[in-house]
């Protein structure tokens, strides 16, 4: 059995991941507010893929037969500065992310929970992307200054991201 301070932070993590889906989802709504339609498609399917993080966890839960708890979720800022300041604010989001897997894996490890350490390594290489794509777009947003016509092509970039295939 999966040892019981190892179940609670593996629902705190479901917790986690789906607070980040539902900020993206916000971030999202900003983005198409502000007329950046492509910035909010890329929102929108990373906070489906965020749902999807959670189910990840939360199935691996039920798989070794544990409980999932789940809570309520904190309601995400809903106001920005404007569109880059989005991904700042993205960004700083994965960064907490990964430090949380961090914490998650090194509590499971110091548990002998090996199932769960197996689990998490595809946590660990998820964030690595997650913080490469986020970083490279606050870098973009950085170079262009506000220059209206290449923010627009950098939006138009953004909006041909695809679901990944799961
Ligand atoms: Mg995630």
Redesign the pocket.
Known sequence: MLPQVVQDALNKQINM?LS?SYAYLGMSAYCELNNFLGSATWMQVQSQ??QG?AMKLYNFLIARGCKVKLEALPAPPGEFASIPHVFECALEQEHA?SESINDLYELAHNERAFAALVELQWFIT?QVE?EKSVREIVAKFKMLKDDPSAMLDLDRELGARQPDPA
Do not use: A, G
Request: hydrophobic residues 10%; glycine residues 0%.
């Open positions: 991941e980040s893929e965020e993080h992310v998820e997650e």
